[in-house]
């Protein structure tokens, strides 16, 4: 059996407030296999982007340990992290986070240059035609349509080969139409690419794609299920 891509052991997250120290994660224990497509869903401030941030090592536990794609993130400095997040992890933000100034192609080759890839712009060309943007390899953020600049933030966390991709609410900015068609394009190339899925969202349709569905709330994991069993199968956690 595969080694799990993330194990999440009592992880907890407790940053200062001018009111004391608030709690955002409660002692998470979460294991994902290779190529699961797991939806997180929770009320806002229930901890979920918190979570996917942890994963991502762009926000270091309080305490417990973290493991993605084999390797423990828990002491590893900024210069280790960025390292291996170019290695290991795709990040979708719902506000697509391009750089305004480079054309899509440019945004795409970004991660690949830091890489070291020779052939960056010809990789980020192949990566954009994928999402069907070949038209667009000269076009600035500016110009593309909000559909069209997360079809290039997609194309961009999967150019480097990242088996992790991470979503925070991809269609929050688009409209229904156009979520729709950004939803169909995540789930193709991530199974393609036989990639791991951790998707925050607040659309239970949207979830229900998913292989596995984790409620939080209040910086816990309180249940999970998978989609197609009766509410009597679902594992309550609480």
Request: proline share 6%; net charge negative.
């Amino acid at each position: 059996m595969a080694d799990p891509i993330v194990a999440l052991s009592d992880v907890r997250l407790t940053l200062p407030s001018r009111a004391g120290p608030v709690e955002i994660l409660r002692g998470i224990d979460l294991v994902i296999s290779p190529g699961e497509a797991i939806g997180l869903v929770g009320p806002s401030g229930s901890g979920k982007t918190t979570l996917l941030m942890v994963l991502a090592g762009l926000e270091p536990p309080s305490a417990g340990t973290v493991k993605v794609a084999s390797r423990d993130l828990t002491g590893l400095g900024e210069d280790a992290l960025a390292a291996f997040r170019r290695d290991n992890v795709g990040i979708v933000f719902q506000a697509f986070h391009l750089i305004p100034t480079m054309t899509a192609l440019e945004n795409v080759a970004v991660p690949l240059e830091f890489k070291g890839e020779r052939n960056a712009f010809t990789l980020a060309a192949e990566q954009l035609k994928r999402v069907r943007l070949g038209h667009r390899l000269d076009h600035y953020p500016g110009q593309l349509s909000g559909g069209e600049q997360q079809r290039v933030a997609i194309a961009r966390a999967l150019a480097t080969g990242a088996q992790l991709l991470l979503a925070d609410e991809p269609t929050g900015n688009l409209d229904q139409e156009t979520g729709a068609q950004i939803v169909d394009l995540l789930f193709s190339v991530q199974k393609e690419e036989k990639a791991t899925l951790v998707l925050v969202t607040h659309d239970p349709a949207l979830a229900e794609r998913c292989s596995r569905v984790i409620h939080m709330a209040d910086g816990r994991i309180i249940g999970e299920r998978q989609p197609g069993r009766t509410p009597a199968e679902t594992e309550v956690l609480a």
